[in-house]
């Protein structure tokens, strides 16, 4: 069978539409202003197809720039795409993208500004605005656009939170929280208010408060997941681990598939030294999600940690790092179980990539330290464990560094 291409196809469904216009080859009554009417339709349909090809060629021109991150040239052939389709979002948003990452900031609120022309009341529009007065300081500017949203879109959360969000950040705490109780009062359900709030009165102390935003009207019976993880972070924030972790037990019990609370109740574990119980629960969160990243680095961390089931650690640790690549936390287990498994090279290449993402890290700074000494580059190791060691607040840490570097001290007068 013959194939046809896209612009074959094109033509041939333009020539159709153009027949069923024309008139009959044996009539010849009919008028000469219908047959100019006929051209002038398909001159104007082949332009309209011409533009569309030109748009599509200039677009795929733009991807290949943007891969290859040269976002100057990107950004000239996302404008010539947009030239020929101006009412494409897909396109607007490509240019709008490349602005951002090239930072003029005023050329894109000039483009949105100028989209709004046409659309005044178009809400995407809007918040896209919004944002970028926000980036450059424009908060007022912001202000006004978001009240100008909630009054087109009064039950919008996202709008609310955001708003609270900007007098926050100008330390305006009483517009914030009224803003977020209105938007409570008028729908308890709205966990995402209830949640900021709740930081904003654990901010300022007021913890009865705090934990009043969240369970305050809330429906009888057993709580939303998302308000017994708001809650058990409340009580880690003030110091009180016991409640914590009893509120998470709860949430387990009431949502024993929730793969979050199941995650957070692991952590906890792990921070109050029992290891063992946080591994079970991590283990149960694959259960119910098995590419939770979170899980898979974290079991297959703690593998490493041990120098057990080491390349069942290395999978994990991939299939984490395939899910949530560029993850700085991911990197260093990547990093650690290659130690691990004796592949110096590779594990120092993994390990600096994290280092790029978390210069300060110590925990990164100290397997780079292991990884050089196995590599036995002795004044690299040297320098990243004094880098570790500063950066470290944790007592534990700073012995078990300090020892390593003394061993390099001892080596060194030998």
């Not at 060629?57 to 720039?65: D, E, K, R, V, Y």
């Not at 007592?395 to 570097?405: F, H």
């Amino acid at each position: 069978m013959r194939q046809y291409g896209f612009f074959s196809l094109l033509f041939f469904a333009l020539f159709l539409q153009a027949c069923s216009i024309l008139p009959s080859f044996h009539s010849h009554s009919q008028p000469h202003s219908q047959t100019d009417i006929a051209k002038k339709t398909i001159k104007k349909q082949g332009r309209k197809a011409e533009n569309i090809a030109r748009s599509y060629t200039a677009l795929l021109h733009g991807n290949q720039a943007e891969q290859e991150k040269k976002y100057q040239q990107a950004l000239a052939h996302y404008k010539k795409a947009l030239d020929y389709a101006p009412d494409s979002r897909q396109i607007f948003q490509k240019v709008l993208l490349m602005l951002f990452f090239l930072e003029r900031d005023e050329e894109s609120a000039t483009y949105i500004k100028e989209a709004l022309a046409k659309n005044p009341e178009d809400q995407y529009l809007l918040r896209l605005l919004a944002s970028t007065y926000l980036i450059l300081g424009k908060k007022e500017e912001s202000i006004a656009l978001y009240l100008h949203l909630q009054e087109l879109q009064p039950d919008d959360e996202t709008i609310a939170t955001d708003l609270a969000t900007i007098y926050l950040q100008q330390e305006k705490y009483s517009y914030a929280v009224a803003i977020l109780e209105k938007f409570i009062h008028r729908y308890s359900r709205a966990y995402g208010s209830r949640i900021l709030l709740a930081r904003i009165y654990n901010q300022k102390g007021n913890y009865d408060k705090a934990i009043a935003a969240l369970t305050e009207n809330s429906p009888a019976g057993k709580l939303p997941f998302v308000i017994y993880g708001a809650l058990a972070s409340l009580y880690q924030m003030q110091k009180k681990g016991d409640k914590a972790l009893s509120i998470l037990q709860q949430g387990v019990a009431a949502h024993p598939n929730s793969p979050d609370l199941l995650y957070d109740l692991g952590l906890l574990y792990e921070n109050q030294g029992k290891h063992k119980l946080a591994l079970t629960s991590m283990e149960k969160v694959l259960t119910v999600d098995p590419d939770h990243a979170g899980a898979l680095n974290f079991i297959g961390y703690s593998w490493a940690e041990s120098n057990i089931n080491l390349e069942r650690a290395h999978s994990y640790i991939l299939r984490a790092n395939n899910i949530k690549p560029d993850n700085a936390f991911i990197l260093d287990s990547l990093g650690w179980v290659l130690y691990r498994l004796g592949k110096f090279n590779e594990a120092a290449e993994m390990l600096k990539k994290a280092l790029l993402m978390l210069p300060e890290n110590n925990l990164i700074l100290e397997h780079l330290g292991d990884v050089n000494t196995a590599l036995q580059h002795h004044q690299a190791a040297q320098e990243y464990y004094t880098k570790a060691y500063t950066y470290s607040h944790d007592t534990q840490n700073q012995q078990r560094i300090e020892k390593k570097l003394e061993k390099w001290k001892k080596n060194d007068h030998k």
